[in-house]
């Protein structure tokens, strides 16, 4: 059983898999191929925005985007404390500081109350002035945007969208990446669309803004490679990348995505009433990067992953740790917040196998494992 299944994709997609693989070799156009330019457009229709910039991958997609704004020391920027190293990380790396928020339990997303708080604390201080918000799609759900919108109109902030995990989620109607003043996504191989090794997109609907990350993604480029007008970046994603990446979106959209929600439903169904299985609020739908269940403590997370790996059953903890609790920011102030919920979390989550093409007697065996440790 594999914990997102690539080999029996690839086995799926294999007739129009190798024909887009072979048309890149046979064209021997491996850097900025007309495929890098169809894949921008295709994604930018998807996601219902102007533009899409695709880079190398998704970590780079977020510090292009804080470099579009002049993000800086100085800045301060509020990301929520349960999410990958990479949000956080980018905000350290341009040199301003990220101050963390605490998350909502039920969608593992950022706490909009927590936000605010936050927002108060900094602005309180002095110190630092507010200049964006890192929102998470985490584990493919979007954030509460009506919410987060109002708040960052009211303190004139930035939204920063990693949908790094979300593409393919949907919010009121709305795709994922659509839902930033900029959004990224990855396609980490294991991401809900994924290449055969590392790639990202930033979208906007902004000409401005999509201009300079185009010249920001190749050193800062202008009318050409040698005309160079600011300080960029080498952050390309490859034309064989992109030539996977349009058989996989395909799929993607064709089966692919319905087929991971319609298994997300059998988990939810057939395990909400021993652990506490996603919420999907009333007007969203999830993009299924993984699917995570909450024990009631860390003794019980402990067992039911030791349980199902001791029957080959793969799983994963994302994330044993917050933000706030990371080595790299032990020296960060938490601002008053405590990130209860993030901690609790931390200690109970636990993501099971789920792909479009995991078999029902593997995801049987995956319930009946589970149920038998916490019935």
């Not at 190798?18 to 998807?46: K, M, T």
Request: contains cysteine.
């Amino acid at each position: 059983m594999e914990f997102r299944d690539l080999k029996k994709q690839y086995e799926v997609l294999k007739p129009r898999m190798d024909a887009a693989i072979g048309q890149v070799l046979e064209d021997s156009n491996y850097i900025s191929g007309r495929q890098v330019a169809e894949l921008e457009q295709e994604l930018a229709d998807y996601v219902d925005v102007r533009h899409c910039i695709a880079c190398a991958n998704g970590t780079d997609a977020l510090t292009l985007a804080l470099m579009a704004w002049g993000i800086q020391k100085g800045d301060a920027v509020f990301v929520p404390d349960f999410t990958f190293f990479s949000s956080a990380e980018t905000v350290a790396y341009e040199g301003a500081t990220p101050v963390f928020t605490d998350i909502l339990e039920d969608t593992f997303n950022m706490d909009p109350d927590s936000l605010e708080r936050a927002i108060h604390a900094v602005l309180a201080e002095g110190k630092l002035t507010p200049k964006a918000i890192v929102t998470v799609d985490l584990f493919g759900l979007p954030a509460d945007y009506n919410r987060i919108r109002q708040i960052a109109d009211k303190y004139d902030l930035y939204i920063l969208e990693d949908a790094a995990q979300g593409f393919g989620g949907v919010y009121h109607g709305k795709r994922a990446g659509s839902f930033g003043d900029l959004a990224i996504t990855s396609f980490f191989p294991a991401k809900p669309l994924g290449c055969y090794g590392d790639g990202g997109a930033i979208f906007t609907d902004q000409k401005e803004w999509a201009d300079l990350l185009r010249s920001l993604r190749v050193h800062g480029k202008g009318s050409d490679k040698y005309d160079n007008v600011c300080i960029g970046m080498n952050s390309r994603l490859d034309t064989l990348q992109a030539a996977i990446l349009q058989v996989k979106f395909r799929a993607f959209k064709e089966q692919e995505l319905a087929e991971t929600d319609r298994i997300a439903k059998i988990y939810a169904k057939e395990l909400k009433d021993c652990v506490k299985v996603p919420q999907i609020p009333e007007g969203l739908g999830s993009g299924w990067a993984q699917y995570s269940i909450l024990l009631k403590d860390s003794q019980e997370r402990n067992q039911v992953e030791a349980h199902l790996k001791e029957h080959g059953v793969p799983c994963m903890i994302y994330y044993r740790k917050g933000m706030h609790q990371q080595t790299a920011f032990k020296d960060l102030s938490c601002y008053g917040e405590t990130f209860e919920v993030t901690t609790s979390v931390c200690s109970r989550v636990l993501s099971l196998p789920l792909s479009p093409y995991l078999t029902e007697e593997d995801q049987q065996k995956v319930i009946r494992l589970i149920r038998e440790k916490t019935m």
